[in-house]
């Protein structure tokens, strides 16, 4: 009896300090974002991949000639906007009824999403109602379309395109997300194919207006083919995403604060005030803007995972990923088929914090360059990015340039966050993304647009480079540089079934 009562007097004891370590010590418990991985940590600090080439990093010199072709902005390239307005009011007294549209995805996703709602709805002579941002699983962001985009400025500048209406009329409020969830309905369509034709609308969306007054389309997003879709309908596309979509106020007021701070820059002073910061960025306007560089480092655990590639964390990063890719995708991951040497020879991998600040360091980027990093959070923390920051010691984010106070209408929102990093990148001097997503592909059409400079790492060409480990740094430079000198943001016209919002010319550009 005695030996028991110990004994369950132990198991107590072990579970109060199960209880209690947490508290006393929770750096063992840290979570993956923090800089230092735990005792329990489910990856290890990794180390530098690439020392010898990391190494030749630190050490670079460029040019002054090198510096100033780097910066330049590019020339004009014979393409402007054909985005024109309508040839007064075209909006048909009477629509065939209200469309609603349901979209999942981050903000990039929903934004292309939003381009084609507004087609679809001038396709079928509908009014749109404004769409219905879905809560993504992975950033678990709730933020509507207000939240986001100004809606009065989107309505106004489509006004002689489309009908739109911020709610349905009360005959139709019936028609919400929770209604489709319990049942099938016969106002939903959920049977749009991926890429459908403007045909397939008007012969499978129309007949349901027709009938009930209302069409819910739902699943939604990349529902509208990019080709034999009429000049119209294809202008009207870039007409939404490059003039009808802007940013709610605080936004963009957030925006141009982080831009200001880029472009002139404060020394840290202890203590310093907003008020002592603002005035000393006022002061450095006299000097002239700096430039700078907005890097998309989207390098999450989402990403990692999907990828299925190798990043250096040891046996148990490959776990988790490998557990995590099971959980949610159920293991249907189509890289998890070839080995990481396959994958990287292929360019299927994205590029670590690491090796994004090689390319830019042999691209000719110095160490006092100032790099705007537009990322949510980096899987490894600071840990991962250590060696980025030790190439770009001038790196700055949105926690670094803002306030506490400043944030605090955007702080753990994923869309709102996105769309503050859409914004300043949208400004950056040039633009680099360290991986092929929705952000790259908006940022890369946008950009092409405004004839700004946009680098695109060439994935296939670094992917075998850094495997070629006896590579030294000036021929690793050479290589960069040799496989860049067309990916900086040249004009490229749109092919068969690329999209438009990644390649708009011809379709959105007339050439001069």
């Excluded at 691209?363 to 980096?378: C, E, I, N, P, W």
């Excluded at 405004?450 to 021929?475: C, H, V």
Aim: proline share 6%.
């Amino acid at each position: 009896m005695r030996s028991w009562n110990l004994s369950q007097r132990g198991g107590a004891y072990v579970a109060l300090l199960v209880l209690v370590l947490p508290v006393l010590y929770p750096s063992l418990f840290s979570p993956l974002g923090h800089a230092s991985p735990s005792v329990f940590s489910e990856w290890n600090a990794p180390k530098p991949r690439h020392l010898s080439l990391l190494k030749g990093a630190v050490q670079r010199q460029i040019s002054d000639e090198q510096k100033s072709e780097l910066w330049s902005p590019l020339a004009p390239n014979g393409w402007k906007s054909c985005v024109r307005p309508a040839n007064g009011p075209v909006v048909p007294e009477n629509t065939q009824g209200y469309i609603q549209v349901f979209l999942d995805g981050g903000l990039n996703q929903q934004r292309m999403g939003i381009c084609d709602a507004v087609a679809v709805a001038k396709i079928l002579n509908a009014t749109l109602v404004i769409p219905h941002l879905e809560v993504n699983p992975v950033w678990k962001d709730s933020s509507s379309f207000e939240d986001i985009f100004d809606v009065d400025h989107f309505i106004d500048v489509l006004k002689d395109e489309i009908p739109i209406v911020r709610d349905l009329p009360e005959e139709y409020a019936w028609s919400t997300r929770e209604y489709y969830a319990v049942a099938i309905r016969a106002t939903r369509v959920k049977t749009a194919p991926v890429h459908a034709s403007a045909k397939w609308y008007l012969e499978n969306v129309l007949p349901v207006l027709q009938s009930y007054g209302i069409a819910a389309i739902a699943p939604f997003s990349h529902r509208l083919a990019f080709d034999n879709v009429p000049e119209d309908i294809q202008r009207l596309r870039c007409k939404v995403n490059f003039q009808a979509l802007i940013f709610v106020p605080h936004i963009r007021e957030l925006g141009e604060a982080l831009i200001k701070r880029l472009r002139y820059p404060v020394q840290p002073q202890s203590g310093a005030d907003d008020e002592y910061i603002q005035m000393t960025v006022n002061k450095n306007i006299n000097k002239g803007p700096v430039k700078f560089v907005a890097l998309h480092l989207r390098f999450d655990k989402d990403m990692a995972a999907h990828s299925a590639c190798d990043f250096g964390g040891g046996k148990a990063e490959r776990l988790a990923l490998a557990k995590y890719r099971q959980v949610i995708w159920q293991g249907r991951v189509l890289n998890s088929q070839f080995t990481d040497e396959e994958l990287r020879s292929q360019g299927r991998c994205p590029l670590t914090p690491e090796e994004i600040g090689l390319l830019l360091a042999a691209l000719g980027f110095d160490s006092q360059t100032r790099l705007y990093l537009a990322s949510h959070k980096v899987y490894g923390g600071e840990a991962r990015i250590s060696s980025l920051r030790k190439l770009f010691p001038l790196m700055e984010d949105k926690k670094s340039l803002a306030s506490e106070e400043e944030l605090t209408k955007v702080e753990g929102k994923a869309s709102l966050l996105a769309a503050v990093d859409y914004y300043v990148s949208m400004q950056s001097d040039v633009f680099i993304s360290a991986s092929p997503g929705n952000m790259h592909n908006a940022m890369v059409g946008h950009r092409t647009y405004e004839n700004l400079k946009t680098i695109r790492p060439n994935m296939a060409l670094l992917g075998q480079l850094f495997l070629n480990k006896s590579m030294d740094w000036y021929d690793f430079q050479q290589a960069v540089q040799d496989g860049h000198q067309n990916r900086q943001g040249q004009i490229r016209l749109r092919k068969t079934k690329q999209s438009i919002y990644t390649y708009p010319a011809p379709d959105c550009m007339c050439s001069r």
